[in-house]
């Protein structure tokens, strides 16, 4: 157990409407990331946010849009939603930002769009 | 730009072999290196990580040394065991972001 949750474990939902997926980082950790894991792409990030503010963005689609509460949960909002965006969505935490910064995966968030 | 090129798999093993998973990187400066496993139904976990050049990560039998020369961090393990079945990442950090590569699927069987 990383210390990582994610909620929910499963989603299925439509093509066109919106869901968001939420991360709780380990405790005392600052950092935040979101991955999207598909059979075709591997293993893509899409953003970081530390303490709150936006730090990196990866491959994003303007489509989809994430948040770091004070709280330092995180939620990541995916809208008008595509076959395509079917796939497993992961969120990371870490201590710091930095050049030795390891980071803790939660179990995903696994969303089928029909 | 920075990037990893990780070994096509999927890769069968038997018990006892020896396993290799080849990963090269580009990457601007100086960037941190690492290996993580993905077990079926998991998120990615933390297997070892090097962060200079000529350093070697260990952990659970597994190690991989820093290869500037090379720009590479190729994964080893003496001796499989079937629990080691699962999916291999080699990812590089050469600022706030991480890039991976696209995994190795490892299978040992008995």
């Known amino acids: 157990d990383s210390g990582v949750t994610q909620t929910p474990k499963h989603l299925i939902t439509a093509t066109g409407q919106r869901v968001t997926l939420r991360c709780s980082p380990r405790s005392g950790d600052l950092s935040v990331y979101w991955y999207q894991q598909s059979l075709d792409q591997g293993l893509q990030f899409l953003i970081q946010y530390y303490n709150g503010e936006e730090r990196a963005k990866g491959n994003i689609l303007e489509r989809f849009s994430a948040q770091q509460f004070p709280d330092l949960h995180s939620e990541l909002n995916l809208s008008s939603l595509e076959l395509g965006d079917s796939a497993l969505y992961f969120c990371?935490?870490?201590?710091?930002?930095?050049?030795?910064?390891?980071?803790?995966f939660g179990p995903g968030t696994r969303l089928t769009v029909l | 730009g920075n990037s990893v090129t990780q070994m096509e798999g999927p890769v069968t093993l038997s018990e006892e072999a020896f396993l290799t998973i080849n990963c090269t990187y580009t990457?601007?400066?100086?960037?941190?290196l690492f290996w993580y496993v993905q077990y079926p139904g998991e998120g990615l976990q933390l297997l070892l990580k090097?962060?200079?050049?000529?350093d070697k990560g260990s952990n659970k039998g597994f190690e991989a040394t820093y290869r500037k020369e090379t720009t590479s961090f190729h994964l080893e393990k003496g001796s499989v065991q079937v629990s080691d079945s699962a999916v291999y990442f080699c990812?590089?950090?050469?600022?706030?972001?991480?890039?991976f590569g696209t995994g190795t699927s490892l299978t040992v069987i008995p």
């Open positions: 990371a935490s870490s201590v710091v930002e930095g050049s030795t910064d390891t980071q803790y």
């Open positions: 990812a590089l950090q050469p600022g706030n972001q991480f890039y």
């Open positions: 990457a601007t400066g100086y960037p941190s």
């Open positions: 090097a962060t200079k050049a000529d």
